[in-house]
């Protein structure tokens, strides 16, 4: 994630606005370290318990422990939440703190790009929408198949920290997509050109690895989806 820092676009800016901007950033990363800290806490305790629970079988507990262990270091090394059902609930927490971060951010910049419009300094404000536009983080990438459509076909789904998805597609200011909690699975609303008017509304069933899910829309189409870090 890359920000310009406030004061470099050349614009009538307020001083005061720039610095709380600024600060804004600065404590936004700050909240972000934190969660982040936290997360892998919660690893190592999720692995902790697996050790000391002896209602596994051996091998099951090696499987767990194999998978949390496999969760945990995607997460540290490219971000990527668990989707596992045992860190489910440390995960929501993550994403919890993570998006009430972004939307002060992002509260932020609207104030900036407000200040900026009224003063017609379009160009310095398009800077800024960019600039916001890079708030969410990217917590989540899957490669998903068609199981009883379009078989073969592949595509691919990426989570933000917003709850929206392929924000950066061509496509994405006609057909947004977004996605949710829905109790113990994951619900993404995805808007396409042959959708009904409320969209195709998938919900997700993860395996007990985290690894892999089933996605099955209000109509009955299946899919299934890995991940892909």
Not at 19 to 46: G, I, M, P, T, V
Not at 100 to 110: E, I, L, N, P
Not at 204 to 217: P, V
Request: glycine share 6%; net charge neutral; with cysteine.
């Amino acid at each position: 994630m890359l920000f310009i820092a406030a004061g470099q676009v050349q614009a009538d800016v307020p001083e005061k606005l720039k610095k709380e901007l600024n600060s804004r950033l600065e404590k936004d990363q700050q909240e972000r370290q934190e969660a982040k800290a936290k997360l892998l806490s919660d690893f190592d305790d999720a692995l902790a318990k697996v050790r000391q629970n002896k209602r596994f079988t051996p091998e099951d507990r090696a499987t767990l422990l194999a998978s949390i262990e496999l969760e945990r270091a995607t997460f540290d090394k490219t971000g990527c939440v668990p989707f596992s059902p045992v860190m489910r609930v440390a995960m929501q927490n993550y994403v919890g703190k993570v998006s009430s971060s972004d939307r002060r951010t992002m509260q932020v910049y609207d104030d900036v790009i407000r200040t900026l419009t009224n003063a017609k300094e379009d160009q310095a404000a398009a800077a800024y929408v960019r600039e916001r536009a890079g708030v969410p983080l990217l917590i989540g990438r899957c490669r998903c198949q068609g199981a009883n459509f379009d078989k073969g076909k592949q595509f691919h789904w990426y989570f933000y920290s917003d709850f929206t998805m392929n924000r950066f597609a061509e496509d994405y200011e006609v057909y947004p997509k977004y996605w949710v909690f829905k109790g113990d699975k994951i619900e993404v609303t995805n808007h396409a050109a042959h959708a009904p008017k409320e969209g195709f509304k998938d919900l997700y069933t993860f395996h007990d690895d985290g690894q892999m899910f089933e996605g099955r829309n209000q109509f009955g189409a299946v899919y299934v989806g890995h991940r892909a870090e």
